[in-house]
């Protein structure tokens, strides 16, 4: 292994900076020359490939966002697209690829291998979590610090005005930073997309709080449930408390990731290098049970599961 590349695809996440600084200085160090590709697969496609030094990631560490700029290209399912961009990489003797991005991107990364031979290893490198074979993603813990914060200064104002409070959080079809946040937040009551919960249900919770003296709600909406703003309308016809709505949105998506972001990043950068050395390709690297794995990348989405977390009981419990 001679060359390898490096890009971010997908929704971007904090401690992706941290990921490509571990894989960059890991090869560097083994006498491997490492190309930079801008915009996930779109740079790939359209050739925006560079080739990287130790100056590029120097100071990158702390920063969120991706200095590889990330994107999102759909015609990346077209066969055709993934032909050119691996002759993209082929040109040049790159037989090596490492993908960070969330199972979308995971699945580029396994057509480009099983259809091309390129040799790719994927980093989960999203904030929702949702990625089977590793026990957490890359940004998701700095996500859900970020929502922590805001549901401590939303309970403040919550309290003096007496008011409900439904939070949106991201997470896609993931119910992970609504719940965890929910349990570490003290919330009065969270929905999940995984849990099936009733309007009638979360009315019952703020009128049996009003009863036990509680003026305040802060009840956590993960944003695959549906619209929150439907939810706030029917949720109102049914108590008489005040109810606003704050969606948290991109907020969640910045800012410096965490240290343990940044440790994580950079076991998982380290470990997909080695890989790529020792020949292998085709496979994610997760983090289970504090140990570094790897599994095929189709690992990622074939056995995602939402009924397989454990903590859901504790949504059940949250929303009556
Ligand atoms: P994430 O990687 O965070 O799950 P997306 O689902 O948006 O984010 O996927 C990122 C990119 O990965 C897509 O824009 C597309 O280029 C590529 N991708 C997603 N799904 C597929 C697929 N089934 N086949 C090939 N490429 C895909
Ligand atoms: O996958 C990461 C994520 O932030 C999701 O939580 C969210 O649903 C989506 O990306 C938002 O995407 P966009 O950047 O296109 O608004």
């Known amino acids: 292994m001679k060359k390898i590349a490096i890009l971010t695809s997908g929704g971007d996440s904090q401690g992706m900076n941290t990921a490509v600084r571990a894989v ?5 160090t083994k006498g491997i020359d490492v190309y930079g ?53 082929k040109k040049r003797g790159i037989d090596g690829l490492v993908v960070i991005g969330g199972d979308g991107s995971f699945h580029g990364a396994h057509y480009l291998y099983t259809e091309h031979g390129i040799k790719t290893i994927g980093i989960p490198g999203t904030i929702d979590n949702d990625v089977a074979g590793t026990d957490y993603t890359i940004g998701y813990d700095t996500a859900l610090n970020i929502i922590l914060d805001a549901i401590s200064k939303i309970k403040d ?15 896609r079809n993931c119910g992970d930073l609504a719940l965890y ?47 929150v703003v439907e ?25 410096s990731p965490t240290a343990f972001d940044r440790i994580l990043a950079t076991r998982m950068g380290v470990k997909a290098v080695e890989l790529l ?11 289970q049970s504090e140990k570094v794995t790897t599994h095929p990348l189709s690992y990622a989405w074939e056995n995602y599961s939402k009924s397989s977390f454990a903590d859901y009981a504790i949504a059940n419990m949250l929303s009556l």
């Open 24 to 28: 960059a200085k890991t090869a560097i």
């Open 181 to 227: 946040s929910a349990i570490a937040g003290g919330a009065s009551g969270v929905l999940i997309p995984e849990v099936e919960f009733s309007i009638d249900d979360l009315a019952e919770v703020i009128k049996f709080r009003r009863e036990e003296g509680k003026l305040y709600d802060v009840i956590i909406v993960a944003e695959g449930v549906g619209n």
């Open 157 to 171: 104002t919550a309290i003096s005005h007496e008011r409900t409070y439904l939070i949106e959080v991201m997470g």
């Open 37 to 89: 590709i801008k915009r996930g697969y779109k740079g790939l496609y359209e050739d925006q490939i560079f080739q990287m030094t130790s100056l590029n990631v120097s100071g990158i560490a702390d920063q969120g966002g991706t200095i590889l700029l990330s994107a999102r290209l759909p015609e990346f399912k077209d066969p055709e697209v993934r032909a050119k961009a691996a002759e993209n990489l």
């Open 277 to 287: 050395v020792a020949g292998e390709g085709g496979l994610m690297v997760g983090i």
């Open 231 to 255: 939810i706030q309308k029917e949720l109102s016809k049914k108590v008489n408390t005040s109810i606003r709505v704050t969606i948290l949105g991109h907020v969640q998506r910045g800012g």
